[in-house]
């Protein structure tokens, strides 16, 4: 059994900050790939940034849209992986989910979610 729980969203300003934290447990074996997707109600969920958890050298991956303003990081020793959002705008509002690509010592790799968490940024 796998958990991805995520945390640190809320209701902010534009122009500020927020920062999410996801962390996962279980019985995880190998952690291949951890990131950020969003939603907003009636639209498709999208990815926002992910890295590999696996080879330092791979660069993440942001959308067009939140270059320049977010970051993702990670720390492996706790599989746990965060996302710095800055100079947030409205069109930020959205549910945040988390996203794991790993294997577990029963199961192959495997894409889990989590509950997500609700930013939401008023002008």
């Known amino acids: 059994q796998v958990q991805l729980v995520e945390s640190g969203g809320g209701s902010v300003r534009a122009g500020g900050s927020l920062r999410l934290s996801c962390t996962a447990s279980?019985?995880?074996?190998?952690?291949?790939?951890m990131g950020w997707w969003r939603q907003v109600p009636g639209k498709q969920r999208e990815l926002v940034a992910t890295?590999?958890?696996?080879?330092?050298?791979?660069?993440?991956n942001y959308a067009d849209s939140v270059k320049g303003r977010f970051t993702i990081s990670r720390d492996n020793d706790k599989n746990t992986v965060y996302l710095q959002m800055t100079s947030l705008k409205p069109d930020d509002t959205a549910v945040y989910y988390c996203?794991?690509?790993?294997?577990?010592?029963?199961?192959?790799?495997?894409?889990?979610w989590g509950q997500g968490t609700p930013v939401t940024v008023s002008s």
């Open positions: 279980g019985s995880i074996r190998v952690m291949n790939r």
């Open positions: 890295m590999s958890a696996m080879y330092e050298s791979i660069s993440p």
């Open positions: 996203r794991a690509y790993l294997s577990t010592y029963t199961t192959d790799f495997t894409t889990y």
